[in-house]
């Protein structure tokens, strides 16, 4: 998709400004939402039949209720710092690319609900410090690209590298990770993982 986000700032148009612009765009494939702390309705979205791509920059604790969303391709949540509930990533069950960056305060096991985008082919978690293991991931069966670089609290990642269509990995410079493995004589070694990508 090559069309160019449409950017709103709703701290600037407030609901009704982002009612009329939704109606002014009903075609618009790609939307840029700059939402700050403050509390909007967001369920004017779900008028937007043809959107493809949403990128989110908001300091909100917990992710909006955006409505049902199935038609959303693509998801960047970008300057969440303050996120601590990711529950409502499940309103974008078709999602095949999610970008979520720079979260802070997301407890470890708060990250769960990413395992149920079963359409997920490109994760990227990059720039979270607080995500440390990939282990629910292991229901993400289409997932194609995995990348977890700059998170340094990174300690496990044996959750997607059994997954089948997996063909690229990017992970922390200063992380070790070892896989146990059998060469051709039959003997059990430890390999170092850092990053792979398979042709």
Partial sequence: ???????????????????????????????????????????????????????????????????????????????????????NIVRFPNVTTLEISDVLNLECDKWKPISKLTNLRHLNLDRNSTFNHADDFKTLVNLETFSAVDCPDLACVYGVLDLP?????????????????QDFKGELHYEELRHFHKR
Avoid: W
């Fill in 1 to 87: 998709m090559n069309e160019d986000p449409l950017e709103i700032v709703l701290s600037e148009v407030g609901c009704a400004g982002l009612n009329r612009i939704i109606k002014d765009n009903p075609k618009t494939q790609a939307l840029e939402l700059i939402c700050g702390s403050g509390d909007f309705d967001h369920s004017p979205l779900q008028q937007l039949e043809n959107l493809r791509k949403l990128i989110i920059h908001g300091d909100f604790e917990i992710l909006p209720d955006f409505g049902e969303l199935p038609q959303v391709e693509e998801l960047h949540l970008f300057e969440c710092c303050d996120l601590l509930d990711i529950s």
């Fill in 165 to 181: 269509m997996l063909r690229e990995l990017r992970l922390p410079a200063r992380s070790r990770f070892y896989l146990l493995r």
